[in-house]
């Protein structure tokens, strides 16, 4: 190897990353001011329209918009300022997104600008931002991370925090926002761009859809940017522990893997590896199934291994599991309520034994009960903070250890009762941050250059409160269909932090869509059997067939997968 006096700044696959060019959908290729806009049909919310429509009536039942080709000059003449803030839970691609927006904007008009807030929604409150320059650009190109602007979860809600922004917004003279995110995010971003057109602003909302979790996704958005990198992070991680399970032959491994609410993550995981036994939270509410049932399920297929003389397995968990069984999501929202409500006074307490026992007494008897049931620290765990939105924050709760804690004491009945003759040796694993800022896949890299570019376009048309959708995405890049999506289309209303508020519909796993049913086709073979496939690292540079790879999730719901 030569030898050379020069430290280098970044890793030898980060330096061939960065040469790596993003194809981008035809449509975008020659810049804004050769795409036109077409509209399509009024759209209504996905549920609750009549309220929906009272608290957005400035932004609700905007069309649909697609790109087609044709001349647009006038996008280039007038130079424009946009500024970008990553928002929640970092995603494989950010940086590109930030780079698709850059791009986009400088092929429009070389004097358009581009800042971003630093730390999430909350530099827009502190206005701290810098301005994101082409050649600060370049090391971000196809790396993992929000680290250029970083990411915060801070909500912009009070009537004092949309002034607020709205305020800097127009000291420094900003003629668009984009906001990359979740759900949450983005049901942020639809009401700031009906708060600025309430107060007579032109100042443009663009949401980017971001989350690793895959639950931002509907007809229009095919996937949110991030799944396709987290899931195959987290599948070669948990093929080589199915290979490892298979050598040592003596563990079974419990493997919690993130996403807050929906199991996409599990289920994609579970397709990519074939584990022994996937637990899947939106069936669990399907089923009304209690904690007591989903542990005889876990433990009448270990027994059943064990009588085969297998003492092992893998068992994929998600981490959403505990608010999908009815009686726990009862718990929770219970919680949810009373933690909000008594907000003041458990501050003033020290313990959290304290806390806890102070909430009990408000609890109603059944649900007393079975929090008292719950181990101590899980317990604890249910009463920790929420977050900015009103969400428990499931990556802190270890229902892997839930579950074992309490297959223990079934197993060993079970051996008194001569129904279980094996040993069961456990170890637990939780795969969340692992997955979040890695090196973007080649899907994602394309998917999020394309998703940033394709939201220039829609803010230098003047869009407001549409959502960035790049679709088709079975295809090559070159044939992605690009347009935008109203954000009032995705709401509906829930209740958060004990209030009834608008937000964007979360996509959970569907009992009668294809990615689940293939999966139950094949459970009960993968629970006996070692049928293990293992994905191995993702693929920068090599065959198509496994560098462009999609998931098996948008494989078999756009059709593209049997
Ligand atoms: P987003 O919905 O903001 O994309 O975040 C998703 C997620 O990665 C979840 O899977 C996880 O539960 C959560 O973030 C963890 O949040 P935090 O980073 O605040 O610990």
């Given at each position: 190897?030569?030898?050379?006096?020069?430290?280098?700044?970044c890793?030898?696959l980060?330096?061939?990353?960065?040469?790596?060019?993003?194809?981008?959908?035809?449509?975008?290729?020659?810049?804004?001011?050769?795409?036109?806009?077409?509209?399509?049909?009024?759209?209504?919310?996905?549920?609750?329209?009549?309220?929906?429509?009272?608290?957005?009536?400035?932004?609700?039942?905007?069309?649909?918009?697609?790109?087609?080709?044709?001349?647009?000059?006038?996008?280039?003449?007038?130079?424009?300022?946009?500024?970008?803030?990553?928002?929640?839970?970092?995603?494989?691609?950010?940086?590109?997104?930030?780079?698709?927006?850059?791009d986009?904007?400088?092929?429009?008009?070389?004097?358009?600008?581009?800042y971003?807030?630093l730390?999430?929604?909350?530099?827009?409150?502190?206005?701290?931002?810098?301005?994101?320059?082409?050649?600060?650009?370049?090391?971000?190109?196809?790396?993992?991370?929000?680290?250029l602007?970083?990411?915060?979860?801070?909500?912009?809600?009070?009537?004092?925090q949309?002034?607020?922004?709205?305020?800097?917004?127009?000291?420094?003279?900003?003629?668009?926002?984009?906001?990359?995110?979740?759900?949450?995010?983005?049901?942020?971003?639809?009401?700031?761009?009906?708060?600025?057109?309430?107060?007579?602003?032109?100042?443009?909302?663009?949401?980017?859809?971001?989350?690793?979790?895959?639950?931002?996704?509907?007809?229009?958005?095919?996937?949110?940017?991030?799944?396709?990198?987290?899931?195959?992070?987290?599948?070669?991680?948990?093929?080589?522990?199915?290979?490892?399970?298979?050598?040592?032959?003596?563990?079974?491994?419990?493997?919690?893997?993130?996403?807050r609410?929906?199991?996409?993550?599990?289920?994609?995981?579970?397709?990519?590896?074939?584990?022994n036994?996937?637990?899947?939270?939106?069936?669990?509410?399907?089923?009304?199934?209690?904690?007591k049932?989903?542990?005889d399920?876990?433990?009448?297929?270990?027994?059943?291994?064990?009588?085969?003389?297998?003492?092992?397995?893998?068992?994929?968990?998600?981490?959403?599991?505990?608010?999908?069984?009815?009686?726990?999501?009862?718990?929770?929202?219970?919680?949810?309520?009373l933690l909000?409500?008594?907000?003041?006074?458990?501050?003033?307490?020290?313990?959290?034994?304290?806390?806890?026992?102070?909430?009990?007494?408000?609890?109603?008897?059944?649900?007393?009960?079975?929090?008292?049931?719950?181990?101590?620290?899980?317990?604890?765990q249910?009463?920790?903070?929420?977050?900015?939105?009103?969400?428990?924050?499931?990556?802190?709760?270890?229902?892997?250890?839930?579950?074992?804690?309490?297959?223990?004491?079934?197993?060993?009945?079970?051996?008194?009762?001569?129904?279980?003759?094996?040993?069961?040796?456990?170890?637990?694993?939780f795969?969340?941050?692992?997955?979040?800022?890695?090196?973007?896949?080649?899907?994602?890299?394309?998917?999020?250059?394309?998703l940033g570019?394709?939201?220039?376009v829609?803010?230098?048309?003047?869009?407001?409160?549409?959502?960035?959708?790049?679709?088709?995405?079975?295809?090559?890049?070159?044939?992605?269909?690009?347009?935008?999506?109203?954000l009032?289309?995705?709401?509906?209303?829930?209740?958060?932090?004990?209030?009834?508020?608008?937000?964007?519909?979360?996509?959970?796993?569907?009992?009668?869509?294809?990615?689940?049913?293939?999966?139950?086709?094949?459970?009960?073979?993968?629970?006996?059997?070692?049928?293990?496939?293992?994905?191995?690292?993702?693929?920068?540079?090599?065959?198509?067939?496994?560098?462009?790879?999609?998931?098996c999730?948008?494989a078999?719901?756009?059709?593209?997968?049997?």
């Amino acid at each position: 190897m030569a030898k050379t006096n020069k430290t280098p700044t970044c890793s030898v696959l980060q330096q061939h990353r960065c040469k790596f060019k993003p194809v981008l959908p035809e449509i975008l290729k020659k810049g804004a001011c050769f795409v036109k806009t077409k509209t399509g049909k009024a759209t209504q919310s996905v549920a609750d329209q009549a309220t929906v429509k009272k608290i957005f009536p400035n932004t609700y039942g905007m069309p649909e918009i697609t790109f087609v080709k044709g001349s647009n000059p006038a996008i280039g003449k007038k130079a424009i300022k946009m500024a970008v803030v990553l928002s929640g839970g970092q995603a494989p691609g950010g940086h590109n997104v930030i780079a698709g927006l850059l791009d986009g904007l400088k092929k429009a008009n070389a004097k358009n600008k581009l800042y971003g807030f630093l730390g999430g929604p909350s530099g827009i409150l502190e206005a701290k931002w810098k301005e994101i320059t082409p050649k600060l650009m370049e090391a971000y190109r196809n790396t993992g991370g929000f680290d250029l602007i970083q990411s915060g979860r801070t909500k912009i809600e009070t009537e004092e925090q949309l002034a607020q922004a709205l305020e800097t917004l127009k000291k420094n003279k900003v003629d668009a926002l984009v906001i990359v995110g979740g759900d949450d995010s983005n049901t942020n971003a639809g009401v700031l761009a009906e708060y600025f057109k309430k107060n007579g602003s032109n100042i443009n909302v663009i949401g980017v859809p971001k989350t690793i979790d895959g639950d931002l996704k509907n007809d229009k958005i095919e996937t949110s940017f991030g799944f396709d990198t987290a899931t195959k992070i987290y599948a070669e991680l948990v093929g080589n522990i199915c290979r490892d399970v298979n050598s040592a032959q003596k563990y079974w491994h419990f493997v919690r893997l993130m996403g807050r609410s929906a199991s996409h993550i599990t289920l994609e995981v579970a397709h990519k590896t074939h584990p022994n036994i996937t637990l899947v939270g939106e069936e669990v509410l399907a089923k009304k199934m209690t904690l007591k049932q989903i542990i005889d399920y876990l433990a009448d297929i270990i027994a059943a291994r064990a009588k085969n003389g297998k003492n092992f397995g893998v068992v994929l968990v998600p981490e959403g599991l505990i608010e999908f069984i009815p009686e726990m999501k009862a718990l929770i929202a219970a919680l949810n309520d009373l933690l909000a409500d008594h907000e003041a006074e458990l501050s003033k307490m020290n313990s959290i034994v304290e806390k806890k026992d102070f909430i009990i007494s408000k609890l109603p008897a059944k649900l007393a009960a079975l929090m008292k049931s719950l181990p101590a620290g899980i317990a604890s765990q249910l009463m920790l903070d929420r977050d900015p939105h009103g969400n428990v924050q499931v990556s802190l709760i270890e229902t892997e250890k839930l579950l074992i804690e309490m297959l223990r004491t079934k197993l060993a009945d079970m051996k008194k009762a001569k129904k279980f003759v094996g040993k069961f040796n456990s170890i637990t694993h939780f795969f969340g941050y692992e997955g979040r800022c890695g090196a973007p896949s080649t899907f994602d890299a394309n998917y999020t250059y394309a998703l940033g570019y394709n939201a220039a376009v829609l803010a230098l048309n003047g869009c407001s409160g549409y959502l960035s959708s790049v679709r088709k995405l079975t295809r090559k890049p070159q044939a992605w269909e690009c347009g935008g999506v109203p954000l009032t289309m995705m709401m509906n209303i829930e209740r958060r932090k004990g209030k009834e508020k608008p937000v964007i519909r979360k996509a959970l796993v569907e009992l009668n869509g294809e990615p689940f049913k293939q999966f139950a086709k094949k459970r009960e073979l993968w629970a006996m059997s070692e049928s293990y496939f293992f994905p191995g690292p993702i693929q920068l540079f090599g065959p198509a067939e496994v560098t462009d790879m999609v998931t098996c999730t948008l494989a078999f719901e756009r059709g593209s997968k049997k």
